[in-house]
Nanobody, 121 residues
Framework: QVQRVESGGGLVQAGGSLRLSCAAS????????MGWFHQAPGKEREFVAA????????YYADSVKGRFTISRDNAKNTVYLQMNSLKPEDTAVYYC??????????????WGRGTQVTVSS
């Protein structure tokens, strides 16, 4: 299991940008596809973006396509989410997780603290 710590969230105005980081532990990090999910108050946790183990392939939810970019640095055991043109509806707690790159479902039902993103209008 890959342990994760998310960071980089904050309060930003609509149209602004944030870069989230997910620092993972474990020597097997580079073998996992990784993804970002978010959960808004009163809503289910939703898929946002995914990247395969090597970083050669990415996939996005329609709601963030063209605005968000996922990347990874396997030497640093870190996954990033560059968030541009933020909208108030992006407000949520953001989590990273190892996932199945076919189903885009998390491999484990274990979540860290996440990082809060708040976008003001």
């Amino acid at each position: 299991q890959v342990q994760r710590v998310e960071s980089g969230g904050g309060l930003v105005q609509a149209g602004g940008s944030l870069r989230l980081s997910c620092a993972a532990s474990g020597r097997t990090f580079s073998t996992y596809a990784m993804g970002w999910f978010h959960q808004a108050p009163g809503k289910e946790r939703e898929f946002v973006a995914a990247i395969n183990w090597s970083g050669s392939s990415t996939y996005y939810a329609d709601s963030v396509k063209g605005r968000f970019t996922i990347s990874r640095d396997n030497a640093k055991n870190t996954v990033y989410l560059q968030m541009n043109s933020l909208k108030p509806e992006d407000t949520a707690v953001y989590y990273c997780a190892a996932l199945n790159y076919d189903s885009m479902r998390p491999l484990y039902d274990y979540w860290g603290r996440g990082t809060q993103v708040t976008v003001s209008s």
